[in-house]
């Protein structure tokens, strides 16, 4: 009930007057039935914007560490990631990846929308990165359409880092479903999983526009911070929601 309040009375009119979101393909996204829809990841604002302007609820997945914060911050976190749906995952143990492909064939068996970012973690440069393969077992284990969708200006409305976002309008682009019926009966077999994610990264690359680099974005930031010292906002928290 309170990721509907949220979404229709407390916070969604404010930021659709204040942002005045403005869509493309919203007639990709189906009326009923289990879909997958997959998006680049460039700001936290990504998990705000994007099922503020799905008609039906997206279920994402979170580790569960947002969950358990202490103080004002832990309480005000744990408020959001629980009012927008997000399940949260174990990441202790090696575990998180098949986790979070549990979780989400739950989501898809019954019938829901599944939300992921198939980069698994937020952009550090604002390209778009080598996707990882749980996108591809999920669609390929659930027989679930997946329906790229990219978010193209949300890193300049709340860039990494930044707390306080900037009144800017967002823009959203959905694309063509996509079907990986002919795969039917393979996942597993890591060949296929990385065709079908590059496949998936290939749309997201034309839909929003951005740069591919074929290194995953974790990769990225571990070598940024070889480099460069921590920011103090480098603790803002973000939903690494991919497996």
Known sequence: MLYWLLKYIILGPWLRLIFRPQVEGREYLPDGGAAIIASNHISFSDSIFMPLMVKRKVTFVAKAEYFTGKGLKGF???MF????GTIPVDRSGGRA???AIETGL???REGRLFGIYPEG???PDGRLHRGKTGVARLALESGAPVIPVAMLNADEIQPPGKLIPKVKRAKIRFGP????SRYAG??????IERAVTDEIMYELMTLSGREYIDIYAQKVK???AKVEPPSRDATQPTATLAA
């Open 76 to 78: 005000l976190i744990r």
């Open 81 to 84: 990631f629980v009012g927008a």
């Open 97 to 99: 990846a098949q986790a």
């Open 106 to 108: 739950r989501i898809l």
């Open 121 to 123: 973690t937020r952009s």
């Open 177 to 180: 479903p996509l079907d990986f």
């Open 186 to 191: 393979m996942a597993g077999d890591r060949f």
């Open 222 to 224: 571990a070598l940024q």
